[in-house]
């Protein structure tokens, strides 16, 4: 049976409301369900990698340094491919343990994630590389 791709939900930068990302190629590359734009998600610094699982339900990643470095409300992507998911550090991390939102998927231990990063696939859209704006009856 094929794997079912990952859809998250995020404030997409084109529509400015809370919509759902479908997975487009099982990696980084996300289509809104309302606008229908292509968006590249990707981890930035700061970026970690676990070295205990993480459960479905589970709030809290486990590293063995460098936990201290993720703040408060701080976006995190998790790793790749159907596994991807966005979590919210919600609290005060340590140098061991990141405190977030319960995860929805279940994640092994060695996972990658990071702060992350939302950018549209395609640049040059309009005139001059310009952005198309939402039309003014929205969507």
């Given amino acids: 049976m094929p794997a079912v791709p990952a859809t998250l939900r995020l404030t997409c930068p084109r529509c400015r409301t809370l919509r759902m990302f479908v997975a487009i190629n099982n990696v980084a590359t996300f289509r809104c369900a309302a606008c229908e734009w292509y968006y590249t ?3 930035v610094a700061p970026t970690g990698t676990s070295n205990a699982a993480l459960a479905a339900g589970g709030t809290a990643i486990g590293v063995a340094s460098g936990g201290a470095s993720f703040t408060n409300g701080m976006i995190l992507l998790l790793d790749t491919g159907i596994l ?5 550090v919600n609290g005060s991390a340590t140098g061991t343990s ?3 939102t319960a995860a929805v998927r279940a994640h ?3 996972m990658t994630f990071g702060q992350m990063a939302i950018a549209p696939r395609d640049s040059g859209i309009g005139v001059g590389g310009v952005v198309i704006p939402n039309p003014g009856w929205g969507y």
């Fill in 98 to 100: 990141i405190p977030v």
């Fill in 84 to 88: 991807t998911e966005v979590v919210t």
């Fill in 41 to 43: 998600l990707s981890a």
């Fill in 108 to 110: 092994s231990s060695g």
